[in-house]
């Protein structure tokens, strides 16, 4: 596991608070900066006037969940910041992997993944 350039700032976007957590706690132990958002608008809220390397999206959340808020980075507000989409509702077979990415995230892996594979999803993510 390769370890994560200094002061890469990545924006953690997941409804589950224990989750949430677990995964900036293991973003942060990985060097990076974590910011956490409950759901797509709190995410949205936090870009403004700062500047992130990588967005981690939960897909399904209240308030806007992460279609709805990638068409608003990506359509909306026209900004390139890569994503990673981890979701526990990915079905490959119904296309959900397709539709995803054509909403505009940069890679989207199916919950739960282990501390090791976020971080090379990650790391992936950034290389685009």
Do not use: W
């Not at 806007?64 to 981890?86: A, K, S």
């Amino acid at each position: 596991m390769t370890a994560a350039a200094p002061n890469l700032r990545v924006l953690v976007a997941e409804d589950d608070a224990m989750v949430r957590r677990l995964l900036a706690a293991i973003l942060e132990k990985g060097g990076y900066q974590v910011v956490q958002a409950g759901d797509g608008a709190e995410a949205l809220r936090r870009l403004e006037g700062q500047a992130f390397d990588a967005i981690v999206l939960d897909l399904l959340m209240p308030v806007m969940d992460g279609l709805r808020f990638l068409h608003e980075l990506r359509e909306v507000r026209g900004l390139e910041v890569p994503v990673l989409v981890l979701t526990a509702s990915l079905n490959a077979a119904g296309g959900d992997e397709r539709r995803i990415l054509d909403a505009g995230a940069n890679r989207v892996a199916r919950k739960p993944v282990t501390a090791p594979q976020l971080l090379e999803l990650l790391q992936q993510t950034l290389a685009g």
